[in-house]
């Protein structure tokens, strides 16, 4: 990729998954694979140079305490979302109060894991080549700082993610395998073991990326059902 500032190893999609695994412990860095077009939601050269360094970013995402840190940002963002329309006079109706998904009833079953989805394209299926990229850290939850990955839209910064990594990987032993312009995979070695927790687990998710439920699986009960059912978490922004 034109400017991607680390290396990159090339693979088929069927043996993405197992290419990860070797380069995991070769020595080179830290694996990630590939979505594909993700150089063009990257910074170019020029960018990242206006952009906070990755200690910059790591910096603060070591003084983030994940979840009440993220879920008090939410809130103030929130909040001045609404200040800000009350200023320019517009009518702000329900968003007066803070959107809650509903909670859904608990389903019978559930879906496919969405498994490794980066190496899949929507239209023509599995990718025949892929791209992994090898991030100079031995600490996976710091690749979004190295790529700069976030901070549009509704999509946390980076720090956050870090943040959300870094917790996620303690409680749970999840690990960052696959990110593309829009979309993360994690994987994941601990499920939540009870409903309660699970559910716990969905609305901090939820206040992470809402659109796993606002366009995915509907309720949180539907989010967490799934959160015990796979190993494999999904987070897309749109």
Known sequence: MVNFPYEVVETSGEDALATWEKLKNA??????????????YLPTPAQR????????????AATIKFPDDFLRFRRDELAAAMASLSEMNLPTGAADEE????????????????G?????????????????AL????DPAAIP????????????????????LRAWRAQYGAELVGIDGDTMNLRVLRKPVTREEAL???????????DIIDQ???????????LMAHNWWFFWWD
Not at 145 to 164: I, T
């Open 49 to 60: 140079a206006q952009l906070p360094t990755v200690q910059d970013i790591l910096a603060v």
């Open 135 to 138: 991030i100079p850290t031995d």
């Open 216 to 226: 995915g699986v509907g309720s949180y009960r539907a989010l967490a059902a799934e």
């Open 99 to 114: 959107y809650e998904p509903p909670l859904g009833e608990w389903p019978t079953e559930t879906g496919e894991s969405t």
């Open 200 to 210: 716990d687990l969905a609305r901090v998710q939820y206040a992470y990326c809402n």
């Open 145 to 164: 700082a190295y790529l700069h990955w976030g901070d549009w839209n509704d999509c946390p910064s980076p720090a956050y993610h870090v943040a959300a």
């Open 116 to 132: 490794l989805s980066v190496l899949y394209d929507y239209a023509t299926g599995l990718r025949s080549r892929v791209q992994i």
């Open 27 to 40: 020595g080179r860095g830290t694996p990630v694979v590939l979505g594909s077009g993700i150089e063009n």
